[in-house]
């Protein structure tokens, strides 16, 4: 489960433009959309390109993407 809240905060801090990075991700700008709301999951590939483009550590992207423990309430999963 991606830990949505703390991916927008590092997509706000990085000043790039959502269009830019869906881009860069090969992602059509609603695929994109769709990925950092929590209606479809990131690939493997797709983390490791917006990890490079973001600066995201690894400890950091642990926290975002691979963590099975996130806060219901940082998230937007309506089934949680």
Avoid: P
């Amino acid at each position: 489960m991606t830990n949505i809240v703390l991916l927008q905060k590092y997509i706000e801090k990085s000043g790039l433009k959502k269009g830019y990075i869906a881009e860069h991700m090969g992602l059509s700008k609603q695929g994109f959309h769709n990925k950092i709301n929590g209606k479809t999951d990131f690939s493997v590939k797709e983390i490791l390109i917006l990890c490079n483009l973001l600066n995201i550590s690894i400890t950091e992207r642990e926290k975002i993407f691979f963590t099975i423990d996130v806060d219901k309430k940082s998230t937007n999963d309506v089934s949680a």
